[in-house]
């Protein structure tokens, strides 16, 4: 099936205490976000991307673009005021018929063996969400203290979200609520069965100096 | 009071696939475990060290005490079948009227302001277990698919788990269950409120390859 790879990257690098947006900062001399596109081109080579950021950031895109050969088919949306309507924005290229990927733009060490893995599930199931355990004990807080929650049941949530069009494009044609926190709950939603796939530990999400540490040596350790 | 630093190290080694157990695995050219005794060394000088390990480590202890001065106050005792019945052992010499920190002996880069805040607030309210916020959106697997939890009231638990001895040791005068994961679901079977109080990100467990190369870079960071 066609393939399109929607990258959202909302960062404004508040958390990373930066001027420059996380997606934007450099890993292994490379914009983060630049790992992120290139691990679909390279399992996919004719994905079709989309990249959707802030609009005061789309001027940043030549950072990632610049080390891509001319050509590439890649377009750059203006995100939304929330992830749910920078998905929209993104979405609204995506025709009925195709796979849908959306990614975190700042998951710059996903896997070709992932997204595969997501993809031949999606086309399969519907969906496909990347899902590993748990390793934490979790706590749930009550008034008074916390009580243990059974981990064993429990699964952390990673992307590509990967979905069909037909069952993503009619999920995000409504109203935003703030219970979307993601797409899964998007398409939860509209009444649809979400399928976990098996996730990578490895799929970290930037988002703090340390999570940048170690995405800098995870991917060294990778070549 | 009295304090009590009970540190339980039960790698086998087998999720590293290495043949040295994890706590021994050098990371910054020292043992994992010599980074988790100093920390509570340098944070309180006077603390009583139990270093709780499998039996078939006990002779690998020196590679931990030989960094130290002669006449350092650990007691090296021999771990049971589970966590529960290896912390029940390091608790045999704790007295009434003493602060019991646990921790995991492979979460070396454990602060000195975290262990001070722990002490604090188990003089005060019994108990203290470092939370952190889950980063992740998290899923509940089901029979036919998965369904969002909310992660806003969800805590990820690290360790030292830190309590009154008045608290913990009638917690562990009892048989084990399966339900005990950690220190705290002990102490809340036994009716006991538990108290969270804010862990640090860079607290982590070292388990996997991936975490011993985070270690490194974030001591590398620290100094």
């Given at each position: 099936?066609?393939?399109?790879?929607?990258?959202?990257?909302?960062?404004?690098?508040?958390r990373m205490g930066t001027?420059?947006?996380?997606?934007?900062l450099?890993?292994?001399?490379?914009?983060?976000?630049?790992?992120?596109?290139?691990?679909?081109?390279?399992?996919?080579?004719?994905?079709?991307?989309?990249?959707?950021?802030?609009?005061?950031?789309?001027?940043?895109?030549?950072?990632?673009?610049?080390?891509?050969?001319?050509?590439?088919?890649?377009?750059?949306?203006?995100?939304?005021?929330?992830?749910?309507?920078?998905?929209?924005?993104?979405?609204?290229?995506?025709?009925?018929?195709?796979?849908?990927?959306?990614?975190?733009?700042?998951?710059?060490?996903?896997?070709?063996?992932?997204?595969?893995?997501?993809?031949?599930?999606?086309?399969?199931?519907?969906?496909?969400?990347?899902?590993?355990?748990?390793?934490?004990?979790?706590?749930?807080?009550?008034?008074?203290?916390?009580?243990?929650?059974?981990?064993?049941?429990?699964?952390?949530?990673?992307?590509?979200?990967?979905?069909?069009?037909?069952?993503?494009?009619?999920?995000?044609?409504?109203?935003?609520?703030?219970?979307?926190?993601?797409?899964?709950?998007?398409?939860?939603?509209?009444?649809?069965?979400?399928?976990?796939?098996?996730?990578?530990?490895?799929?970290?999400?930037?988002t703090t100096p340390e999570d940048l540490v170690?995405?800098?040596?995870?991917?060294?350790?990778?070549?």
């Open positions: 099936m066609e393939k399109f790879a929607v990258l959202v990257a909302g960062g404004k690098g508040v001027a420059l947006p996380k997606q934007f450099p890993l292994a001399g490379r914009p983060v976000l630049y790992h992120s596109v290139r691990a679909f081109i390279d399992t996919f080579p004719d994905v079709h991307l989309v990249l959707v950021l802030p609009p005061e950031q789309l001027s940043y895109a030549h950072m990632v673009l610049q080390h891509f050969p001319a050509g590439l088919d890649l377009s750059v949306v203006a995100g939304g005021e929330t992830r749910f309507h920078s998905v929209q924005n993104g979405l609204r290229s995506v025709p009925p018929g195709a796979v849908v990927f959306v990614h975190d733009g700042v998951r710059p060490l996903v896997s070709p063996a992932l997204i595969r893995r997501c993809y031949e599930q999606a086309v399969a199931q519907g969906s496909a969400i990347p899902a590993i355990p748990v390793s934490d004990s979790i706590r749930m807080i009550k008034d008074n203290g916390s009580h243990a929650v059974n981990r064993e049941l429990l699964r952390s949530i990673q992307t590509p979200q990967t979905f069909r069009s037909d069952v993503l494009l009619p999920a995000f044609a409504r109203e935003w609520s703030d219970a979307f926190t993601d797409e899964a709950t998007v398409v939860e939603a509209h009444g649809t069965d979400i399928f976990l796939v098996e996730g990578e530990k490895s799929n970290i999400k930037v170690l995405a800098e040596a995870l991917l060294k350790e990778r070549f």
